[in-house]
């Protein structure tokens, strides 16, 4: 071993430039590999934190063509009832809101804003909440709140929170019952202020559906059969008529397993964070791709130093080294270089942990956070060495005395066929990383700059629901420059995967659409292009049950018409337009059935709260901004206050897209880089060991170009078959990610062309200037070489 690691010191002192580059390479792709799988792992282990988290599921349903997780409260709780299997249900409301409030203490009066979500108290039985400070009991009072950790100490320090009250802003005193440990930030459910709901809320309202409902069951496998048992036992035609079928009427209830949910992307009314599974096989492919290519170029430089070392070797094995020590000393070399890499590579993850790129992964990168990932990328390190290692240390061990000591190891058939394979794979890899990389910045770049059907542009949004003077305000902003006009919403347009959906009847069939209320000025304000009928007037709001105007997607499904009415009782309003359809939700969901309403006088709903304000064409953003704030100031001087521009509501909305792309650019230029650092090296390699064939070509007439043509004429050729099997691969993987998306980008054919130029002409420019160079050599110095 003495003599082992003796080699292994005069290896380094000998190639020292190798050597570093070596560390370097494999450094940075293995702290990549490292980053690439501590967020596949966060995604993949999305809620398995929960106990038994196999046993607990959420409740899905169709009514038609219409897929939602939302549910009336009398039918979740019909379902719940339906089968001993069932252990608990549970029910929240469709998603969270924000609660203003402060502490009653004397003294503190500043107002926080915390996210908060209604729920029965059976939701602490299905989920695994660790209560540090009392209980989830079923018989709570209906102000009871629970609140995480971190909230407590942020509101009380380190004194007892049960039995402190705090006072909403819109219901008064509620009192703390319980504090529970923060959840794990890769969950569905938050870390929020959690409300109970009152035991009569909706409890026979079948029209409300307004709820999504988890299930506990005592078995995993009892999931499939839940939904026929409800069927035989639950009697339908009390509640939807006489004539009702589960067939007919195309509608059915599911169960999905909770550690699956993140994945599920084509349910309305789903508020939970999302990922896609095609987005993880490309993460998990590209951090494939970058240990492979590591390896590579790892194996190469060690083939790029075989005629510096086969003379070496091969007389240490004449003078009587048995070939198996000479082998186990390579590769003990490789393994050695590869650990030393993946201790510079924690560095390297430690290291962006604390830069601005930290922000495009989500999981926590603290060592402790992912000690199997880390165990699991040393046992990576270790392999690549051995397998970078092994074939240079057998090759070089491997031929006859007389011919290694020629040193004519570079020019054998094996040789040449190991660096086509290897120039091939790195010219594969860089061709699928473009063009992947690509289409994921087109796909972003098109849902941020689309055209969503009303003027989004100098448009600023912001939570205005403590004014209570609306009319006042609006004049006294209107008083600025800067701004044109202003208008309200009850909710921020094209921020969310849906909105807040009512069934209600429509000529005698019961139909389902998404509400957004609003202003009166809202259509005129943003522009929206009213197709048939007219827009909403002043006098809408005085109307007794408001107006509706729908958009072309309801009026084809539900042939609705002009002046026709909708709703029953406080729910009715009469259909005074259509208009084109805006997207008013994200880009992941087709347009679906929706209206914009304005509430007449029974108004059993809140007033808009957001306002859109439209600033003046070439205005300054600075003093425009300030205007606003100064006005909100004098209207709500204590309030929490958040202006924004609404392209920033647009960059959040895709906030989760544009990092999983932004990660992915990234590691893909990473691993391209490496490639392309690789192919340069066998070009080299290549030139270097063909000095002898260049000068005597040289000798006999060949010019520079002829040179420099039949060297590219080869790459050129390993380009193209590389290229044509790349393209088809990318191809469907682009396609796979895109189907998470209702709209989407073209997949256009220059991106491809883009991906062939890119790799092409570097790798051109690359055969250019190193075999100009050889070629431009005196003949005599090439053939005389002793290399």
Known sequence: MKTIIKNL?????????????????????????????????????????????????????????????????????????????????????????????????????????????????????????????????????????????????????????????????????????????????????????????????????????????????????????????????????????????WDESNQGIWLTALPDVHFVTDLAYDNTPKSSKQTLSILFAIAIVIILIATINFTNFSTALAPMRVKSINTQHILGLQRNKIRFSLVFEAITISLLSYAVALLLVDLFSKTPLVRLIDADLTYSSNLMIIGGSALVALLVGFFAGLYPARHLTAFAPAFALKGSFALSPKGKSLRSTLTGIQFFASFALIIVASFMFLQNNFMQNTDLG????????????????????????????????????????????????????????????????????????????????????????????????????????????????????????????????????????????????????????????????????????????????????????????????FDEVLHRLYEKEKSISSLISLFSILAIFISLVGVFGLVVFDSQYRRKEIGVRKVFGATTIGIIVMFNKVYFKILLICFVIAAPLAWYAVTRWLENFAYKTPMHWWVYLFAFVTVGAITVCTVTFQNWRVANDNPINSISSSE
């Open 9 to 245: 010191v005069s290896v380094i002192r000998r190639f020292k430039l190798a050597i570093t580059l070596n560390i370097l390479g494999l450094s940075v792709a293995f702290a990549a590999f490292m980053l690439i799988m501590i967020q596949v792992d966060y995604d993949r282990s999305f809620d398995r934190f929960h106990k038994d988290s196999d046993k607990i599921f959420r409740l899905e349903r169709n009514e038609g063509r219409w897929k939602t997780v939302l549910f009336s409260r009398p039918l979740a709780e019909r379902f719940f009832d339906s089968s001993p299997h069932i252990v608990v249900g549970a029910i929240a409301q469709m998603s969270e809101f924000q609660s203003l409030f402060h502490v009653e203490n004397g003294y503190d009066r500043n107002l926080y804003r915390e996210n908060s979500l209604f729920v029965t108290p059976e939701f602490f039985d299905v989920f695994s909440f660790d209560f540090v400070e009392g209980s989830a009991d079923v018989h709570l009072a209906p102000e009871s709140m629970f609140i995480p950790l971190s909230l407590s100490r942020k509101l009380f320090g380190k004194e007892p929170a049960v039995g402190k009250q705090i006072v909403h802003s819109s219901w008064g005193n509620q009192t703390v019952a319980g504090v529970y440990r923060d959840l794990p930030a890769n969950s569905i459910i938050n870390n929020c202020i959690y409300f109970v709901i009152q035991s009569h809320e909706n409890r026979d309202s079948w029209d409300n559906q307004n709820y999504v409902a988890y299930v506990r069951l005592n078995h995993p496998s009892n999931a499939p059969l839940l939904f026929d048992n409800f069927k035989r036992t639950f009697d339908a035609k009390t509640v939807w008529g006489e004539n009702f079928d």
């Open 454 to 645: 009303f003027h989004k542009d100098e448009l600023v949004v912001v939570d205005v629901g403590t004014i209570t003077e609306r009319d006042a305000f609006v004049n006294q902003l209107k008083l600025h420059a800067a701004i044109d006009d202003i208008t309200f919403g009850e909710r921020l347009l094209s921020s969310s995967d849906s909105y807040m959906g009512w069934g209600q009847p429509y000529e005698g069939e019961n139909i389902n659409f998404q509400v957004l209320p609003v202003h009166y000025t809202f259509l005129e304000t943003m522009g929206i292009e009213i197709t048939q009928g007219r827009g909403f007037r002043r006098e809408d709001a005085n109307m007794q049950h408001g107006a509706f105007v729908f958009n072309e997607t309801a009026r084809q499904r539900y042939n609705m018409e002009v002046g026709a009415t909708v709703g029953r009782g406080t729910q009715q309003g009469e259909i005074v337009g259509f208009m084109s359809d805006v997207k008013f939700a994200s880009f992941r969901v087709s347009v679906a059935p929706m209206a914009f309403y304005v509430w007449g006088t029974q108004n059993w709903g809140t007033q808009p709260n957001v306002a859109y304000i439209r600033l003046t064409a070439g205005a300054n953003k600075r003093v425009a901004m300030s205007n606003i704030y100064s006005t909100l100031a004098e209207f709500t001087p204590n309030a929490f206050l958040e202006i924004r521009f």
